[in-house]
């Protein structure tokens, strides 16, 4: 039962990502060079247990579904399976495998701020630099990439903290969505 | 064969990644090459519906605006029809005429979808095949152009718009006529580059840019944008030029796409010459 309550939460998650980063993200124009990517974060958020050939899967399959509102074919979906290829080894290289409690999640309820920010930042930043570079796919276009993706990351590393304190953070709503 | 099928299930994890990622990359490259959207094609319907929602709720945000802009062009319409003009009949002329082919057929639409943000930008439209549109058709707006028609499905087509890598412009000076073509560097949507034009040329800040007619989307004499900035670099024959878009590209609603009647004829014309030189 408990499990089931669980995969409802994860494709509500999907569901809430995907259009939050279609409908609302994509259309936000602070300047050329703020183009948050949030969905990354539900990539993140995969509990540690699940299977990383799952994650792989689930992960193409959101890059894809944010290719649909984004007219990118293939792009998001390049990009975030291989966040989803790395995830494992950074996680092994973060933590000590004792360390992790059965069915613990990367969120700083289990994991602390200082675990989160080091995995999401790192994460972050190699997707939105691959992103960013299929898309512009020139390198007489280098620094005006470069400066993009790390801008980009800057603001969704910030989102991401900030989503983590509200809901994940185990104060006030306990477990309420984790 | 058996230590193979050992090797790929032990790896399996690196394998999926690979097929994944090569799936991918397949279809970024199949969408670039061939300029097929697939995937947006069967997907359309479901998207476009989602953003129609949307789009009928932000829409109305920008009522007052629009409002304003579309009684503007009715103003600047008006001024064009038979009624503005003051007739003097000193003798009556009949003719047939045959002097002026219709030869451009604008359908009005709107944007359903549309950013300015990523380096390639494609809107979507929500008229299609059934309303008449076809793929390599124009799409202008009141106040400049907007982009290229790329991909229709039944009611909905997807725009290649100005703010795109492969979008160039055909275009000239419309003072002295000397032509060369519009791109967008990136970045700042209200910012484009005008490339090719010789440096003998006389060319000030603040003159009017518009299409040339060469190419067969545009007609000619509309509006893309003021110069910005004029940059002779030593020792080049060309200018560098800085260009003000004329539309705001970030509240772009009302289109109207152009199809040109004449451009079967235009291109047979072309072919059939590439055909005797071949």
């Known amino acids: 039962m408990m499990k089931w309550n669980n995969t409802i939460i994860y494709i509500f998650r999907f569901i809430i990502f995907v259009l939050i ?5 994509n259309h936000m124009n602070i300047s050329g060079y703020l183009n948050p990517l949030l969905y990354v974060m539900f990539i993140l958020l995969l509990p540690f247990n699940l299977a990383k ?8 399959v959101t890059g894809y579904a944010v290719d649909l509102f984004s007219g990118t074919p293939g792009m998001h979906a390049a990009a975030l399976v291989l966040i989803a290829f790395l995830r494992p080894f950074l996680i092994d290289a973060l933590t000590r495998q004792d360390d992790l409690e059965a069915g613990a999640s990367p969120t700083i309820q289990d994991m602390g701020f200082r675990w989160v920010f080091t995995y ?10 691959v992103f960013f570079f299929i898309e512009s796919f020139r390198i007489s276009e280098f ?10 990351s800057l603001m969704t590393i910030v989102l991401i903290m900030l989503i983590q304190f509200l809901f994940f953070s185990g104060s006030g709503s306990k477990r309420k969505f984790t | 064969m058996r230590n193979l099928i050992l ?3 032990r790896n399996n994890f690196f394998f999926l990644f690979l097929l994944l990622e090569v799936l991918a990359v397949y279809i970024i490259v199949q969408e670039n090459y061939y300029h097929k959207n697939v995937f947006i094609h069967s997907s359309s319907q479901i998207t476009g519906k989602i953003y129609e929602i949307t789009d009928d709720i932000t829409g109305y945000f920008k009522l007052k605006k629009t409002n304003t802009e579309l009684a503007e062009e009715n103003a600047r319409l008006r001024n064009h029809s038979d009624y503005a003009f ?9 003719h047939k005429d045959t002097l002026y082919h219709k030869y451009m057929e604008f359908i009005p639409a709107r944007v359903i979808s549309s950013s300015v943000s990523r380096r390639n930008n494609n809107w979507m439209i929500n008229k299609g095949k059934n309303q008449g549109i076809e793929k ?25 718009s100005v703010l795109h890598k492969q979008t160039t412009l055909s275009a000239m000076l419309k ?16 910012k484009g580059e005008l490339n090719d034009i010789p440096s003998h040329v006389n060319v000030q800040e603040g003159d009017t840019i518009v299409t040339s007619g060469n190419s067969l989307l545009f007609p000619e004499n509309i509006l893309i944008g003021t110069v910005l900035d004029v940059v002779l670099e030593q020792g080049k024959s060309f200018y560098n030029i800085d260009i003000k878009f004329s539309e705001d590209y970030n509240n772009s609603e009302y289109v109207y796409v152009v199809t040109n009647l004449m451009k079967g004829e235009q291109q047979d014309l072309l072919e059939r010459r590439d055909d005797e030189v071949e």
């Open chain 1, 21 to 25: 980063q279609g409908l609302v993200l």
């Open chain 1, 53 to 60: 050939q799952w994650v792989l899967i689930l992960a193409f």
């Open chain 1, 120 to 129: 999401s930042a790192i994460l972050v930043v190699v997707h939105h630099t």
């Open chain 1, 143 to 152: 620094f005006q990439t470069i400066t993009r993706s790390l801008l980009s």
């Open chain 2, 7 to 9: 090797f790929l299930w």
């Open chain 2, 86 to 94: 003051m007739k003097t009949p000193l003798k009556t002329i009949r």
């Open chain 2, 136 to 160: 390599n058709t124009g799409v202008i707006s009141s106040n400049g152009v907007i982009g290229i028609i790329v991909e229709v499905s039944a009611n909905y087509s997807l725009v290649q």
């Open chain 2, 175 to 190: 003072k002295n006529k000397q032509k060369g073509f519009v791109t967008w560097p990136g970045v700042n949507y209200r």
